[in-house]
């Protein structure tokens, strides 16, 4: 493998784990909040349980993500930047007053229900105009080299591909946080949590499988120079598919608990299939960052650089890991604070 | 409006925003964990107490300085697509490194925050002292690349292109140990001021307990300590950095001094404006030689003036008043503090009367004011180069349009969360006074 793609594997795997990380953290403010209003408070809380510690560790994956770009491909973080101006800023806007509001309604218990709906809500649509940008990189919506360069919205908001990723981006985060609040709240043995998260898990499956395929299809007829590459590593996307069957199934098997459904197994399955197909995806857009004027050779940074920022990495991660071990043993394992009474 | 400009206003509004919290996020952060210390040592539970508060606070602080930073960090691309094209070849190691540190910063203080009933004494001590870590390395790592962009090190640029990268010697340039050393003081400095200023505010209600009073008077004590300390330091150490200037920026050196005309046994200007007709400061206070024995450690040494440079390549003269508030702020400061600690050690050993708590109220304000004039003069002061002597500011710049709409966003966004946070800590501590908090702690 040479430079740059062992560069763009790490960003990858950043971006994927910022996807998984993220549409979970944004989901659970969205359960938070949308179960305080019915007044399923145990659902709410379990939830605010996840997000209170996680919260930050988790914006810090998305600054990395953005760090690693520059660091990596200083061309590429500028001529995205030159172009997104409009979705980002939109998407720091949002992040700002989700992060804040939230830590407001921590702190004022009176107003606490409006500014849980505010952070709740805002952080609802980050993920989608996150995945929004995706199709954008694919390519047509891009008027470049006449002097300025620019994203065409009319063309962009007249795509379906537009629409059918947002909805994909939704759907995912509400399906990965569902999920995993399942999970969670077994582990807290509050089964009756349990079974809440389970129901919407169970419903948002098939939905986030239908606008994933939805928006691969939109997306072609815009992206033909993906598609032989997409052809290419088919078995990635068919064993993406038996990983998404497997835990999905998973919900259903027989468990030592009084309910049924094994929500361990089924996030594992869940992430995996998540990872074949955002890796297929990723392959088939290579060797293009922004299709069709910046390759990742284009990009790529000094090689020395690159060296030091590997050796960085692996050392930063190799300190952190205890950190982040003990981090998990606290806030996820830990019966005296998942069972916490409040 | 000029897009350009418009960049700068933005850019500069963004980061004026994010260094209030950033700067109380280090500043406080190393209050706590000198109070979780003290408690350990004296087995005084007021300062348990004081962690806690002291804590909470600073949580919030954080909530608004986690989702700023993200801003910034993302708008450095957005807005200078120019600079960050060199930042990733050249000094891309502090940004990489200081993700660590924000996520040593982040994991302990969740930790520390959510788990501290499950933890043993050592233990939370160690995690709070591993956010203090955390939050002063994203400090010196995040200026490491500010002192770069003054003394640029470990490239070179043929024809436009930029090669022969040596990332350490980038990290290491010039400027990184007096501006790194000068950054956390007064970060340090402006956390202590703000929770004395606190503190003295407390101590001048009238009708407040014995007990409170008491712990109030400790909080006062160490924030006193601390912020004597670090202006000390910081005055010892703000000499050096104008040092640097002198050998390094000389430019800089002459708009924050005003000094038009090269010479030796330069004047040091205060105050007044600098007017480039008559080529002179008007209105200030001149103290001769003062200049020249500053910067060179000789009344002979000669100081460059700004008539030695294309007029294209001088900063907007205003920075000299910014460079005074600066300073005089940091003079003001160290008087303040230390006179306070004399009046209550030495002499007449008293209590506080109501003008030195008055004063002492200002001073958290002050240290604020200091650190953004500081910082606005820094990157203001480099102008017209945003990597001085290799890329000009226009050519760092973005080129898409509708900045004046963002600029607009950003700025009511910003104004928003400063009344909003201000609200939510009035509120929160209104609703759960010391009082409260002492009974629940049976002290
Ligand atoms: C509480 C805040 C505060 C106080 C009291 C002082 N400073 Fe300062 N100063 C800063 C806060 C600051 C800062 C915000 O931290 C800056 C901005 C950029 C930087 O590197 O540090 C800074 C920059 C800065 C620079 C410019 C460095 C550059 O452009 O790279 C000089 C020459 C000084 N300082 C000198 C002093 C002197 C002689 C002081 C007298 C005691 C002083 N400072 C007090
Ligand atoms: C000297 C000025 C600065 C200081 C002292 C400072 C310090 C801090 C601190 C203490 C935090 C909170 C850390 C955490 O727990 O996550 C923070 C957040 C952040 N800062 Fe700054 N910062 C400064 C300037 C900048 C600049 C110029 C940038 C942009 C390149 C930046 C980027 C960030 C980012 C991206 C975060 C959020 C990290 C997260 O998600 O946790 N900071 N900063
Ligand atoms: C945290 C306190 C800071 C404040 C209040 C601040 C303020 C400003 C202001 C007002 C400007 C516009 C200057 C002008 O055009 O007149 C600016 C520009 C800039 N600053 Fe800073 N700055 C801070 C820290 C930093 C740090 C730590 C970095 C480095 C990582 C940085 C990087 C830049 C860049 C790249 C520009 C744009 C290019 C330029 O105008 O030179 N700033 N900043």
Redesign the interface.
Known sequence: MTEPYIAITIIWAFLFIYAIAGSIDFGAGFWAMYYTRKDNTEASVIANRYL???W??T??F???L???L??????A??????????P??LV??L??????F???A?????YSRMLTIISGTTGLFIPALLVATLPIAIGGFMSIGEG???LLFDQIFSSPTLYTHVGFGLSTELFLSALLLADYSREAKSEATYLVYRRNALWLGPVTLLFAVAATITLLPEAGWMVDNMASVWYLFALSLVAFLIGYGAMFMKSNRENLGRPRLAVIMIVIQFGLASFGYGFSHMPYILYPDLTIQDAF??P??FR??LV??GV?MA??IP??I??WR??MK?K??LQAEK | MDEVLLARMLFGSSMAFHIIFATLGVGITLMIFIAEIIRAIKKDDHYGVMAKRWT?GF??L???A??????V???????W??Y???????I??P??????A???E??????Y???AD?LTNTMRIISVGLVALGATASAVLITDAHAWMNTPAGFDVVDGA?TN????DAVFNPSVGVTVLHVVSTAYMAGAFVIGSVAAFKLLKKNISSNEKAYHRKGLMIALIVGATMSLYTAVNGHDTAKMLYEYLPVKLAAAEGLFETQDNAPLAIFGIPDPERGEVVGGIEIPGMLSWLASGSTDGVVQGLNDFPEEYWPPLFVHTLFNVMVGIGFTLLGLSFAALFWRYVWPRKDFPKWILLLLVTGGPLAMIGIETGWIFSCTGRQPWTIYGVQLTADAA?????LGF?FF??VT?YAT?LV??AL??K??FG?NPVSNDLQKADV
């Open positions: 209170s510690p996680s930050e560790v914006n810090v998305l600054v990395l953005v760090v690693a520059v660091g990596f491909f200083p061309g973080a500028s001529y995205l930047g030159t172009l997104m101006i409009m980002f800023s720091l806007i992040l700002t007053i989700r992060g804040t939230m830590i407001y921590y702190s004022s218990k009176k300025r360069d620019y940074t000094d020395a650089m030091w920022l960085g990495y930063g300190l952190l950190a982040f003990v981090f606290l806030f830990d005296r604070y | 909470k949580a919030v954080l909530g608004v986690i989702p700023s930073g993200t801003i960090g993302v708008m450095l691309s957005l807005l697509p120019g960050m094209e060199i930042v990733g070849r050249v891309a190691l940004f990489q490194v200081e993700i660590f924000f996520f040593l982040a994991v302990f203080m969740s930790i925050v959510y788990a499950r930029i990268v040596r990332p350490w973005t080129e898409s349009g509708n963002l966003l950003f966004l969360l909003l946070t939510v800590l509120f929160y609703r």
